[in-house]
């Protein structure tokens, strides 16, 4: 299983962008996946969960309303589109799934809101 992040990097408040997670090694069709964060200091948090049909399961309180979780499943591929960026939203974003009992995380994108 290999999960690869991108898409990360610095913007102004008030700002967008699009977090891509390319997924090999494994039946993406068949798996939800999730999206998650940490920022310095804190905890990693669960941001948005998708289900292996589709449907957006989870979004944290935090980001309801700006953030919206998608997939491609043709692409392998599971997105973060977040709009609306706040200073709080600056973190490290990590893709996530859970393969057959085992838990998988790729190596993180950075997220940096500052004017």
């Known amino acids: 299983v290999q999960l690869v992040e991108s898409g990360g990097g610095l913007v102004q408040p008030g700002g967008s962008l699009r977090l891509s997670c390319a997924a090999s090694?494994?039946?993406?069709?068949?798996?939800?996946m999730n999206w998650y964060r940490q920022a310095p200091g804190k905890e990693r948090e669960l941001v948005a969960t998708?289900?292996?049909?589709?449907?957006?399961?989870f979004y944290a309180d935090s980001v309801k309303g700006r953030f919206t979780i998608s997939r491609d499943i043709a692409k392998n591929t599971v997105y973060l589109q977040m709009n609306s960026l706040k200073p709080e939203d600056t973190a490290v974003y990590y893709c996530?799934?859970?393969?057959?009992?085992?838990?998988?995380w790729g190596q993180g994108t950075q997220v940096t809101v500052s004017s």
């Open positions: 998708i289900t292996s049909r589709g449907v957006r399961l």
């Open positions: 996530n799934t859970a393969v057959l009992g085992s838990g998988y």
């Open positions: 090694g494994f039946t993406f069709s068949n798996y939800a």
